[in-house]
């Protein structure tokens, strides 16, 4: 989906990814604040400051590096620290923070694709944009649902999960990057071409193809 990309179409690529993963993170911010927990502002993340939340490696570097390879891009930002013992309505509580990340990105992929769609006459870098940000946006919001630890989906299924899920998804959390990374060379390579074609299709049924 992202092949081929041109100069000025890699630029508009790390903007959209700049754009879509800081708001994706404050969301997860200010979610769990709204929800009582004071984490993330005490540690200054409560912000849409792309350099409070953008890392240099996982941010930027490695997913235009995938790209180059020819890979489906995957990237992380900084993880938003929140506290799931000071969030209200316990699991469902966290859900709502783990949720809250993804859906800004459909979102703002949802914007984008209707500005496409039904605004014309604003130039071809612009629609070019707009479709880079819808693609960025909807792989955000697909590979992050995925109920993995620790993307964000694994909050949702981790509200309704049996003691014994959850204690093993604690464990695979706290591995990390790492365990994105495990999944990502493992995981990925059963169910990759499914969670592309998702992306693709999705795309699609936004920008009205």
Do not use: C
């Not at 998702?198 to 699609?204: C, G, P, S, T, Y």
């Amino acid at each position: 989906m992202f092949s081929n990309l041109t100069g000025a179409e890699t630029v508009y690529f790390i903007i959209s990814i700049l754009l879509a993963m800081s708001v994706h993170e404050a969301m997860h911010a200010f979610t769990s604040h709204w929800l009582g927990d004071t984490t993330a502002q005490e540690q200054g993340r409560l912000t849409l400051n792309p350099l409070k939340h953008i890392n240099l490696y996982t941010t930027i570097l490695l997913p235009i590096v995938m790209v180059i390879s020819g890979l489906p891009p995957i990237m992380a930002a900084q993880p938003v620290p929140f506290n799931p013992n000071r969030v209200k309505y316990d699991e469902f509580g966290v859900a709502l923070v783990g949720v809250a990340g993804p859906l800004t990105n459909l979102s703002m992929a949802s914007i984008a694709a209707f500005v496409f769609r039904f605004m014309p006459g604003l130039g071809a870098s612009v629609y070019d944009f707009l479709a880079i940000f819808t693609l960025v946006n909807v792989g955000l919001f697909v590979f992050n649902m995925i109920p993995f630890p620790p993307l964000d989906g694994s909050r949702v299924l981790y509200a309704f999960a049996p003691e014994p899920l959850q204690k093993l998804m604690r464990s695979i959390e706290q591995m990390g990057f790492m365990a994105i990374l495990f999944f990502f060379f493992l995981v990925f390579q059963f169910m990759g071409n499914s969670i592309i074609v998702l992306d693709e299709k999705l795309f699609r049924l936004l920008m009205g193809a």
